[in-house]
């Protein structure tokens, strides 16, 4: 009976030990970044209305067609914005008052701090092989909070812009183009990861990875 007692006794152990190590062992799971997808397309076959008063999306600002049709870094390329970054703010709905009012209170210093945070984040993703939160730990969480809270005080809210598409039910697309500085911008996103870094305070291998998303950060940003 002894003998049966210990052997049980010794296959119970041997299952906690096995168990321990198991958990012991960080588990990695392959990233799924369709979580962070972001439908960016507008419609614009179908036009009935614009702030102009056509019914044309060829009476568009510059911007605004080169931004539906490749987005904020398309802008960018166009002459008058070669030294600045550009974001343009999107809302849509059925109600052209509250619309309205939302480009008529958009405070660029402010206001710019949630799309510009947007950026930010997409491009520290766009460089992760694993999930961002792994792959930088602490860094990451804390530059996306300052992100999301800093103003930029040489932010510009430069034009807005609105059309009407007759789907079902109607609906305005209202945007706004809001410029800043490309120096002064990529000074305080600098400032911001100097800081996030400081906080988290990575260890060796981490801090490797993390330096050199900071020295590559503004290539294809």
Excluded: H
Aim: aromatic share 14%; with cysteine.
């Amino acid at each position: 009976m002894k003998k049966i007692f210990y052997a049980v006794f010794l296959i119970y152990t041997a299952l906690i030990l096995l168990s321990c190590s198991l958990l012991n062992k960080r588990y990695i799971p392959d990233p799924d970044f369709s979580v962070y997808a972001i439908d960016k397309t507008i419609e614009i076959d179908n036009i009935i209305e614009t702030k102009d008063g056509g019914s044309s999306a060829e009476r568009m600002p510059e911007w605004l067609l080169t931004f539906i049709r490749g987005g904020n870094q398309a802008v960018e390329q166009l002459n008058a914005y070669r030294n600045k970054y550009v974001f343009v703010g999107v809302n849509k709905g059925e109600n052209f008052i509250i619309l309205n009012k939302w480009t008529e209170n958009f405070t660029a210093e402010q206001d710019s701090a949630i799309i510009t945070a947007e950026r930010i984040e997409e491009r520290i993703i766009s460089t992760a092989t694993l999930y961002p939160e792994y792959e930088y730990g602490l860094f990451f969480e804390s530059l996306i909070t300052l992100a999301y809270g800093t103003g930029y005080p040489d932010a510009v809210k430069e034009e807005t812009y609105w059309f009407k598409i007759s789907a079902e039910p109607e609906t305005y697309y209202f945007f706004i183009l809001i410029t800043i500085d490309r120096n002064r911008m990529q000074s305080v996103i600098r400032n911001m990861m100097a800081e996030a870094f400081a906080k988290a305070s990575p260890r060796r291998a981490q801090a490797v990875v993390i330096n050199r998303l900071r020295q590559s950060f503004f290539e294809g940003f």
